[in-house]
């Protein structure tokens, strides 16, 4: 798939070009780059701010981001200090919340805002704050696996990266979907099993809506009620609450109980939730492998595979990282009991929507008596392989060297393994075990 890049940078947009080159041969537009005036640059962003006053002064159908039409993908180094004009020393958080609302563009890149992370040991994010979609340093993007999800043994290529050749094709699917059913609760529309919505963390849920609880709390609304709407009326991430507001007439107007129908401020509301959702997934669902487990963690953590013990082959278990169609690179008798379990995402189907990974309802797998008596007539599976997070492999770590870390997600797999490669920085090391 070959992408539109575009690289806003007001000092070095050549490097930013030259790093993405040597990883994918896609052509990446890097206005100002023959322009040490910044005078196309600056054009651009005027642009986007212009048709911010006029989205948010309550006429979104007038708001023009011509320049950002048929991008799959803006590359935003986070200081744009050097631009004059904007009233404000400029930020990619200043302007990656206008580009996911207001333009086409699907995805959103922020760089070098955190320069000594590298491997986020905290969260698997890369920045928790970002209104981007991802946080990540200039020097990565020049790694093959960020954009293909492929890498060789022992290579740096974290896991929780998402493959930025199919980012553009998932979030416009995200929001389609979203758009389609901005009045439908969340969960129920997400195909979200009750044993599941029922052990959501009290920080899935509050991000959802923050006054929704369980069921059983005291919240004004039940976690399960939530729509896609209501979590664009309450939540801040993208667009602040006087901007969502001036949609409909100014900071003081009212944002209506149910969807718009203004088309524009649907796609507005759309744009938003799908980029923030899918944050949702990445930190509190798939991040935590409580609820949703992927194949490399589901053998990790079940160490199923008939008759292998401390016998087992750590370069077959890594197939179930590199594998995206049935089985998974799982054991066929373990596969065909867990199937049923497994996330039919948007559309009722394994369409890989809001995960890039083929994923299952770990609660389920967990209830099911098959799954019982299967490692039941299995018990001897204890060996010392481990799935290294930042290399998507699994090793011996009897004799190879591992490092232990713990995550800030919450209740899940709590210790994880790094391999720990030279020349890349793991932030912050106090989550690496002592």
Known sequence: MTLQILAIDDRDPETIVATINEAVAFEVTAPGKDDPEKTELTAFLTQLFDAAKIAFEGDPSSAKT????????????????????????????????????????????????????????????GDFDTRADLALNTKLLRIPGLWSGETEAGKFCPWYWPRLNEAAKRRKAQIEFIKEN?????????????????????QAIAF????ADDGEG????????????????????????????????????????????????????????????????????LGPQRLLIDAPHLQAKYRFRPGEGEKANPEAWTGTEKEFTPK???????????????????YG??????????????????????????????????NNIVFCEDTRQFIDSKTNAVNR??????????????????DFQYSPQSHLAR
């Open 66 to 125: 011509d320049s950002f039409s048929n991008i799959d993908l803006v590359i935003l180094d986070f200081g744009l200090t050097t631009l004059s004009g904007f009233g404000v020393r400029l930020t990619a958080e200043h302007i990656a919340g206008y580009i996911r609302a207001l333009t086409d563009v699907p995805y959103v890149v922020s760089l070098n805002k955190l320069g000594d992370v590298d491997f986020d040991l905290k969260y698997l994010l």
């Open 182 to 202: 901005l009045d439908q609760p969340i969960l129920q529309s997400l195909n979200f099993p009750e044993d599941v919505v029922e052990q959501l963390s009290l």
């Open 208 to 211: 959802l809506s923050p006054d």
């Open 218 to 285: 005291h919240g004004h609304g039940n976690v399960r009620d939530v729509t896609f709407w209501q979590h664009f009326r309450s939540s801040n991430r993208t667009l602040i609450r006087d901007d969502r507001r001036g949609l409909f007439g100014g900071p003081d107007a009212e944002i209506p109980l149910t969807a718009s129908g203004d088309d524009n401020i649907r796609t507005i509301a759309a744009r938003v939730v799908a980029g923030e959702l899918d944050f949702w997934f990445r930190r509190d669902i």
């Open 328 to 346: 998974f690179g799982l054991a066929a008798e373990f596969y065909n009991i867990i199937k049923d379990f497994e996330f039919k995402q948007a």
């Open 349 to 382: 189907q394994v369409d890989l929507v809001w995960t890039d990974k083929p994923c299952f309802w770990l609660p389920q797998i967990e209830k099911s008596d098959a799954f019982d008596l299967l490692a039941a007539n299995h018990p001897k599976r204890q």
């Open 405 to 422: 870390f713990e995550t800030a997600l919450g209740r899940g797999i709590d210790v994880r393994y790094v391999q720990k490669i030279d």
